[in-house]
């Protein structure tokens, strides 16, 4: 299980890295997201652009993504510019044409990996096409907006109704890799952390966001003794991770059906 840390202090970024975390990002995107979440309790970056070059200065060996903002305007040059600081994978928020996908190739141009977040309706409706494109090795699915989008009240809805299973089939059909949501550590979260590592073995998912919680549960912004806490929170991730990749069919159709029923409990507390 690849691990991802959205920071833009180069110290955590080091220590993170050191400690096993896989990937650093930097996170850009501004427009329109405080607007779009502002029903929900959900992490609002307040990286600059900046950020990336002193980030990436730190880091000896992760790859460093950065998620700029949803096509516009300026996107090909904020994507030259994240690009020339040292981004080796860019990921586009908030698709809502594919021709946000096609421009978004272009102006990468090979020269880092593209990551579609997969959002919206739209670009849900439009995964097969999305992931069938020969330059998209990735893709990452973003709960929180697509939740929202599809007017549920829990993050986690889209597990519990079957969505991200056929998600999930046509990404796996592709032949491409990918991620979703994010993870507390274990032991903690409103959805319990093995409860989502276990729909992610289940699915075939490789990759995860650590969330906020999870900087909370190991304490991230002190310093004294990080990189050991990172270290053990994400060894116990592994460990757990790879135990529930070796359950046999029958369990991990009970763990399904059990998983279910705590987001469905969880939802219809957060509706009333």
Not at 36 to 55: G, L, M, P, W, Y
Not at 219 to 226: E, K, L, N
Request: charged share 25%; hydrophobic share 40%.
């Amino acid at each position: 299980m690849e691990t991802i840390l959205i920071t833009n202090n180069p110290a955590i970024a080091a220590d993170a890295e050191e400690a096993g975390v896989t990937r650093i990002m930097v996170d850009l995107e501004n427009h329109g997201k405080k607007e779009r979440q502002a029903s929900r309790n959900t992490f609002i970056s307040q990286h600059k652009k900046e950020d990336i070059s002193s980030v990436r200065r730190g880091l000896k060996k992760c790859p460093l993504i950065v998620r700029v903002n949803a096509w516009h305007g300026e996107s090909p040059a904020e994507i030259e510019y994240a690009i020339e600081n040292g981004a080796d994978i860019i990921m586009l928020p908030m698709i809502k044409d594919m021709a946000d996908v096609h421009n978004f190739i272009d102006s990468v141009a090979g020269r880092a990996e593209p990551l579609p977040l997969i959002e919206t309706i739209y670009s849900m409706k439009n995964l097969d096409e999305i992931a069938g494109n020969p330059a998209i090795h990735e893709l990452y699915i973003g709960l929180n907006d697509l939740h929202l989008e599809l007017g549920m009240s829990f993050l986690f809805e889209p597990l519990a109704c079957g969505i991200l299973d056929k998600m999930t089939e046509s990404i796996n059909d592709a032949g491409k890799t990918f991620g979703f949501g994010g993870i507390a550590t274990i032991g903690s979260g409103e959805l319990p952390a093995e409860r989502i590592l276990a729909e992610h073995a289940r699915l075939g998912s490789n990759r995860i966001i650590l969330s906020s919680r999870f900087g909370k549960d190991v304490d991230i912004a002190y310093a004294t003794g990080r990189t050991q806490r990172l270290r053990a929170a994400i060894e116990k991730l592994s460990e757990a991770y790879e135990r529930l990749r070796q359950r046999s069919n029958e369990q991990q159709k009970l763990d399904k059906e059990m998983t279910a029923d705590m987001i469905n409990v969880i939802a219809s507390r957060l509706r009333v």
